[in-house]
């Protein structure tokens, strides 16, 4: 019941809030409602605490706790963009308000990259692979709601990847944020691609990716995640992705917009400096044209700005 009716009195207030920012000849303090707005957040959100503590973000089997997100943020920040514009420009972990839910989740902010498109900094870190301690070779559940460490080995999760996607549709027409997506071989040999438009249905039609927009970066991986569009999201025990076969269904590993099998799956098992790339572990299609000894990645980011 005090859930039902918090929920309201935030409803209320966000509405009165942009309401405030949209037309300036209306009759309201902005600070006041942003005031309000945030000791209500603050109810809702330990509230919520317990509402989710199943589906947030699992950090080896524990639930990622609201009240220990970076105490030192007090505003409601929906993106790492905003944060670094308020003067927050070291690459850490904060606090990032989610409309979709009333709640905050933990986002590790990727405050040095400068957008191609925005040429701004403030990228928040959707997936990050970079020393294998964490499984990826998962079901469709662990997928839905994230596991890691947003600031080690981390996948935020289908569900918030999904409300970070509406941000700012809330109250808005806004275009869909870019996703820049970055990766390290290990002899150092260095790729990345930056699409301006990204954008996944939701999970009635299993994430499908309706947009990726307009890429820029290495030539060999813009082409290949431009072949991600139209892929709904797989794993080994959530599969319905028809162009997919079955063989592939079997030896892949993690989940992933897998399309056909052959194109990319940077969600799979993480290699050794010793081994070559294969489409059955961390993959991305003609990264042997970058590095003819076609070495295995070790180090893979996707961000959101």
């Known amino acids: ?94 606090r990032i308000w989610l409309f979709r839910g009333y709640r905050f989740i933990s986002i590790f902010c990727d405050m040095k990259t400068v957008g191609e498109y925005s ?45 970070l996607l509406h941000q700012n549709r809330v109250g808005t027409a806004e275009d869909n944020l870019a996703l820049r997506i970055d990766m390290t071989d290990w002899d150092g040999v260095y790729g990345h691609t930056e699409c301006n438009s990204f954008y996944t249905n939701p999970e009635k039609d299993d994430f499908r990716i309706i947009s990726v927009g307009t890429c820029v970066g290495t030539p060999q991986i813009k082409f290949t995640i431009s072949y991600m569009i139209g892929s709904r999201f797989s794993t080994f025990d959530h599969h319905s992705e028809s162009r997919r076969p079955t063989e592939c269904v079997r030896q892949q590993k993690g989940g992933w917009w897998f399309s056909q099998c052959r194109f990319s799956n940077l969600n799979g098992v993480y290699s050794s400096k010793r081994e070559q790339m294969t489409k059955y572990r961390i993959f991305v299609r003609h990264w042997q044209k970058l590095n003819r000894n076609n070495t295995s990645l070790r180090y893979v980011s996707m961000k959101l700005q």
Not at 6 to 26: D, G, P, Q, R, W
Not at 132 to 157: I, M, S
Request: glycine share 6%; aromatic share 12%.
């Open 1 to 94: 019941m005090m859930g039902t009716v918090l929920f309201f009195m935030i409803y209320s207030v966000v509405l009165l809030y942009n309401t405030a920012n949209s037309n300036k000849s209306t009759i309201v303090d902005v600070d006041v409602v942003q005031e309000q707005l945030k000791k209500l957040v603050i109810q809702v959100a330990k509230l919520n605490t317990s509402m989710y503590s199943k589906e947030n973000i699992k950090v080896c089997g524990s639930s990622n706790q609201t009240n220990n997100l970076n105490p030192r943020i007090e505003k409601l920040y929906t993106s790492c963009r905003q944060l670094f514009s308020d003067g927050h420009n070291t690459n850490d972990v904060y």
């Open 119 to 163: 040429k701004e900094r403030g990228w928040m870190v959707i997936q990050n692979r970079k020393n294998g301690v964490v499984n990826f070779d998962r079901g469709w559940n662990d997928y839905l709601h994230g596991f890691g460490f947003p600031d080690k080995e981390y996948w935020v999760g289908l569900y918030n990847l999904d409300a």
